[in-house]
């Protein structure tokens, strides 16, 4: 008898143990995302050449994401947990939206309680948007648990966005299982605060009736945003596609002055008709790099100087300030001297062919404005230079 209750007694102490250390840990853990076991792969990088920078600029100055983390994003749908469907979506954008000048931030609703109690959590503080942090800042979401008080977090968001400017898109990644009535009334005054400063932008997980539409009133709400599911942006392209409409605009950039450089690049503007510009769309005397300490043109770099009289001919308003330049070799008053007899030298030379000397005016900068690393040969050379700028007021004196 005594060896039966012995067993009774260990058994009972068994189960208890059970009760304490495995239970608990369930009620806690139940919604924590199951990490899939490891498949050896290698993730294809965004097709390169999406959107080329002289064709595209950002849409928006600011994007927040919210990504849903209550219990039934923890639910599997299509072989995978809800929540790592969502990561991969973000994940996906961020990988393929190019880094412009946006301000973003991110935030999560419903939490396992051992991440947080909060109904909403920001996770990337409002600011500059910077890739790597925003990917961190995802990649750390790893367990759901909870209710989606999703009003809760569209509060949040009005303070996230307060002292934002500019335009903003709002991106709501979820089931849409939560409650319909609240969030729709939140947003409602977010969207009336905002107004056209606000799109949304719904992003569906799975597919349940209620959440499909949910996620479809939010976009309707929201008046110039739309609603996707997350299972129909699976590829690059379809994502490129999504990121183009959410995040950029296809601009036509100006060439106002005609010398090949848009006008956002331009840094030498107003350019006359026929000159030779560099690639920051400065008139330069091309071609030509001085040797070092000499300022005499060798005649062999004539035509180039010839081709430039054309250009006073062709406009015969035209005045210009010859700007010359050095390396930064030697001391300040000496290089200002040496560029001065740089810009003289082709000064003189337009003159003899005929241009007017009161259409000319001579300056020397020395070794201002390098367009090339003096610490090396090459870079010095490149600085040995003469740029013309056209002339609009008469400088006083000269």
């Given amino acids: 008898m005594g060896k039966k209750r012995s067993e009774r007694m260990l058994r009972f102490f068994y189960y208890i143990l059970i009760f304490i250390f495995i239970l608990p840990g369930c009620a806690h853990q ?3 995302e199951t990490p899939a076991p490891p498949v050896p792969a290698v993730e294809k990088p965004a097709q ?3 959107f080329p920078a002289d064709k595209y600029e950002p849409k928006i100055n600011n994007f927040e994401v919210i990504i849903d983390a209550s219990s039934s994003m923890g639910a599997p749908v299509a072989g995978k947990v809800k929540i790592s469907l969502a990561k991969e979506f973000i994940e996906k954008m961020i990988r393929i939206l190019p880094e412009l000048n946006f301000n973003a931030s991110l935030r999560t609703i419903g939490h396992n309680p051992i991440v947080t109690l909060k109904q909403t959590l920001c996770l990337y ?4 948007y910077d890739k790597a942090r925003f990917e961190a800042a995802v990649k750390g979401i790893k367990h759901t648990g909870g209710y989606s008080p ?3 977090a569209l509060r949040a968001v009005d303070s996230d966005i307060a002292a934002a400017h500019g335009d903003t898109a709002l991106i709501i990644i979820s089931d849409g299982t939560g409650p319909e009535s609240l969030a729709a009334s939140a947003l409602k005054v977010l969207k009336g605060k905002y107004k056209t400063g606000l799109c949304i932008y719904p992003v569906l997980i799975g597919d349940d009736p209620s959440g499909v539409r949910q996620m479809n009133d939010l976009a309707w709400i929201g008046e110039c945003g739309f609603a996707v599911n997350a299972s129909d942006i699976d590829t690059d392209p379809a994502m490129a596609n999504y990121v183009e409409k959410v995040f950029l605009s296809r601009t036509v950039f100006k060439d106002t002055d005609g010398d090949g450089v848009y006008n956002r690049l331009d840094q ?3 350019t006359p008709s026929g000159a030779v510009v560099d690639k920051r769309g400065c008139w330069v005397v091309e071609d030509i790099a001085y040797d070092f300490d000499k300022w005499r043109i060798r005649p062999e770099y004539y035509p180039v100087l010839d081709r430039m009289v054309n250009v006073f001919t062709a406009n015969p308003k035209l005045k210009v300030e ?3 330049y050095t390396d930064n070799v030697g001391t300040q008053a000496y290089n200002l001297a040496l560029s001065e007899k ?3 030298s082709v000064m003189n030379h337009l003159v003899e062919k005929g241009v007017a000397r009161d259409r000319i005016y001579v300056v020397g900068y020395g070794a201002e404005s390098p367009v090339a690393d003096n610490a090396t040969p090459d870079g010095r050379a490149k600085n040995r230079r003469v740029e013309l700028k ?3 007021l008469v400088p006083v004196g000269r």
């Avoid at 503080?125 to 500059?128: A, N, T």
């Fill in 30 to 32: 139940a919604m924590v």
């Fill in 48 to 50: 390169p050449g999406f």
């Fill in 125 to 128: 503080e409002p600011g500059p």
């Fill in 150 to 152: 999703m009003a809760a």
């Fill in 268 to 270: 030498c503007p107003e």
């Fill in 322 to 324: 010859i700007q010359g």
């Fill in 342 to 344: 740089r810009a003289g």
């Fill in 390 to 392: 056209p002339v609009y």
